[in-house]
């Protein structure tokens, strides 16, 4: 079955939509996004996505290029249309087709607003995985969710060439950011530890919805920083975003995290985390920058 997208107004095959050489999240990566699972159909946290996205743009001086009800739908169709029951939603709206300026061009310039699901398996709980430590060389507003990745992505890429899972990133003074595409944390004696949210990080949709579940359990919940020394000394570690849900970390810098095994607390909170992102619980948490 080809696979079929949305693209400004028209649902098509990746193959044939296009987007104008002049738009400027090609140009300038002068756009935003948000990814979303949709876990047997059900489309998890997408409140906080959607509180998330329109945050973006507006810290951009963008608007939404439709209501939410018109995204909710538009991500529903794509999946229909695709016949899928799991997937990562990838939704991302560019500024739109301008001549190039660094100015922003007016305000009714058409955005770009796209949207394609990738199959995907939430079947089982991801293997736990090493990550290697690194300068963030991102720029200053990592709280907005642009498209601006290349930093992100040469992270991960020398994190794998060296043969780890992932990378964290350091701000200057040594303390962890966070993974290239997902939320930091550890464990200590029964507390999770994960940095408190600044323009330095992502503030993930999934760590909302796990500190709510935290303090709904008892399960400690502190928002301070750490740096590596700390974490290879940690009881366990973690990573957490959309369409990874929550990954054990075994290894950090050579470093093994729990004898280099999936870790208890870890596992019960991918647990609490699954039957909330699967709608068992039938509540969705809404998302709020904190800044
Ligand atoms: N990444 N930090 C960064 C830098 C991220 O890119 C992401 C998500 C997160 C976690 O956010 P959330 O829990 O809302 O997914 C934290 C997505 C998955 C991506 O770029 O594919």
């Not at 990746?14 to 050489?21: G, L, N, Q, T």
């Amino acid at each position: 079955m080809s696979r079929i997208c949305y693209l400004n107004g028209q649902y098509i095959s990746p193959a044939h939509a296009s987007v104008s050489p002049e738009d400027r999240g090609f140009l300038m990566g002068d756009g935003v996004y948000e990814v979303i699972a949709c876990i047997h159909g059900h489309m998890a946290d997408e409140t906080g996505h959607l509180d998330r996205l329109e945050r973006s743009l507006k810290e951009l001086q963008m608007d939404m290029p439709v209501t939410r009800e018109s995204l909710r739908f538009l991500m529903r169709e794509v999946v229909r249309r695709n016949r899928q029951k799991n997937a990562a939603i990838y939704l991302q709206v560019s500024r739109g087709a301008a001549k190039r300026d660094f100015a922003f061009p007016d305000a009714d310039t058409p955005q770009t607003l796209f949207i394609i699901a990738y199959d995907y398996d939430f079947s089982g709980q991801i293997s736990p995985i090493s990550v290697k430590t690194t300068e963030d060389q991102r720029w200053k507003r990592r709280d907005i969710k642009t498209v601006l990745l290349l930093p992100q992505s040469m992270a991960k890429q020398n994190a794998l060439d060296e043969g780890y899972g992932d990378a964290w990133m350091l701000d200057p003074e040594g303390y962890v950011n966070e993974a290239s595409a997902s939320n930091a944390y550890i464990i200590k004696d029964g507390t999770i530890i994960t940095r408190p949210v600044s323009h330095n990080i992502l503030k993930g949709i999934t760590r909302t919805a796990i500190e709510k579940l935290c303090r709904d359990s008892d399960i400690k919940f502190e928002e301070r920083k750490f740096k590596p020394q700390e974490a290879y000394e940690a009881d366990e570690a973690f990573n957490s975003s959309a369409t990874s849900l929550i990954v054990p970390i075994n290894n950090i810098d050579g470093h093994d995290i729990f004898n280099g095994k999936r870790g208890k607390i870890t596992e019960l909170l991918y647990k609490e985390y699954r039957a909330y992102a699967d709608g068992l619980r039938g509540e969705q948490i809404s998302w709020e920058a904190g800044l």
